[in-house]
């Protein structure tokens, strides 16, 4: 998808005139499907991850992390643009979106690659609610 490219062929790739039907419109329905996946399968992982007794906690974490992300980007691109943006301005948003993106893939693959929990015996007692 040319929005998602690096910033000399992502911002080489916005057409000049409003093309809604042939350019923000696909990309608008791909990008809006593939967040819609990622968005889907993180709230999965989350839910899947930690035992019944705290999915509402790992849910809400998410949710939470999701809202704070959005809200924080948002102020991050108004802060990086300036108040009368040209065409090589967003040059400056595609690096910051691509530096904080791979900052986000190395941090995940970290996360990923530690020492995951030694697998709960049967015989293990089980965790308890205590209110």
């Given amino acids: 998808m040319p929005l998602t490219a ?9 057409p000049a005139t ?10 608008g329905l791909i990008g809006g499907a593939g967040m819609g996946a990622v968005a889907y399968g ?3 992982a989350a839910a899947l ?8 906690g790992a849910t809400g974490l998410n949710t939470t992390a999701r809202q704070l992300g959005g809200a924080l980007g948002v102020a991050a691109l108004a802060a ?3 108040a ?4 090589h301005d967003f040059a400056h948003v595609y690096l910051f979106c691509t530096l904080i993106s791979a900052a986000a893939a190395v941090t995940g693959l970290g996360l990923s690659l530690r020492a ?6 049967e015989s293990a007692p089980k965790e308890e609610v205590t209110a």
């Fill in 116 to 121: 995951q929990p030694a697998a709960v015996s």
């Fill in 18 to 27: 409003p093309d809604f039907l042939t350019f923000w419109l696909p990309a």
């Fill in 49 to 56: 991850s930690v035992s019944p007794l705290r999915f509402a």
């Fill in 6 to 14: 690096p910033p000399p062929r992502g911002a080489a790739a916005l």
């Fill in 80 to 82: 990086i643009l300036p």
């Fill in 42 to 44: 993180v709230a999965s």
């Fill in 84 to 87: 009368r943006a040209a065409l």
